[in-house]
């Protein structure tokens, strides 16, 4: 299980890398600023907003807020669990509270997946 986590986790996080790279690309192809021009529209910034920097943007957002949602979902699980269900209860929260999406994984698989519903 914990090479199935480790191989998610490597191929995440070089898709991650891959999109930021691309993003950081086609961001600077579009910042050469013309200061001759008197055109809110034609700076750079218009292009990356309205170009392929909003195509590489929306995809992230859509994992932030995923990974915010299962954040959440994981401390209102952890909440409601009894003490004797789940010892360390409050310790399990504040590491999701302070690590984010990626104490949600260590408590999903390491205390959720056992205790089940």
């Known amino acids: ?10 191929t995440a996080s070089s898709i991650i890398a891959s999109l930021s790279l691309f993003s950081q690309k086609v961001s600077a192809q579009y ?10 529209t034609d700076g750079g910034a ?12 929306i995809p992230m957002c859509i994992i932030g807020i995923a990974s915010l949602a299962f ?5 209102i699980d952890a909440a409601k669990r009894d003490e004797s269900v789940l ?3 409050i310790k ?12 949600s994984l260590i408590y999903f698989f390491t205390r959720k997946k056992k205790m089940g519903k």
């Open 71 to 75: 954040t959440i979902w994981m401390i």
């Open 1 to 10: 299980m914990s090479k199935k986590i480790a191989k998610f986790i490597s």
């Open 31 to 40: 910042y050469d600023w013309d200061y001759s021009s008197t055109s809110a």
């Open 46 to 57: 218009w292009a990356v907003l309205t170009g392929m920097g909003l195509l590489c943007q």
């Open 92 to 103: 399990w929260i504040i590491l999701m509270v302070f690590t984010g999406w990626i104490g």
């Open 87 to 89: 010892p360390g209860k």
